[in-house]
Nanobody
Framework: QVQLVESGGGLVQAGGSLRLSCAAS????????MAWFRQATGKEREFVGR????????NYADSVKGRFTISRDNAKNTAYLQMSSLKPGDTAVYYC??????????????????WGQGTQVTVSS
């Protein structure tokens, strides 16, 4: 019902910035809660940030708070993750996710029904 496509990943030096995009289709975008997760090699998928439907309430993992900003443009059916002051520890595959149930957990993977294919972010030392 919902398709998500991430883009914008790549290689960046430590201290640099990168902007990821998540284009959504298949459902009215403004009704979706959106989130970003990431998974480094050999580690579990972890929450990065989320933005709610309607009022764009945001939450961030402590590890990225103050450095990453999640936003959405409902007119463009797109969510974004602006990453600044990047560290080698930010290296991971970044996934966009969407939920339709406002009662579902907002910071846990199992709260999201739809997932993109992921985009690789690599931060060099």
């Amino acid at each position: 019902q919902v398709q998500l496509v991430e883009s914008g990943g790549g290689l960046v030096q430590a201290g640099g910035s990168l902007r990821l995009s998540c284009a959504a289709s298949g459902r009215t975008f403004s009704t979706l809660g959106m989130a970003w997760f990431r998974q480094a090699t050999g580690k579990e998928r972890e929450f990065v940030g989320r933005i709610s439907r309607f009022y764009s309430i945001t939450n961030y993992a402590d590890s990225v708070k103050g450095r990453f900003t999640i936003s959405r443009d409902n007119a463009k059916n797109t969510a974004y993750l602006q990453m600044s002051s990047l560290k080698p520890g930010d290296t991971a595959v970044y996934y966009c996710a969407a939920q339709t149930d406002p009662g579902a957990p907002a910071t846990l993977s199992n709260g999201y029904q739809y997932w993109g294919q992921g985009t690789q972010v690599t931060v060099s030392s």
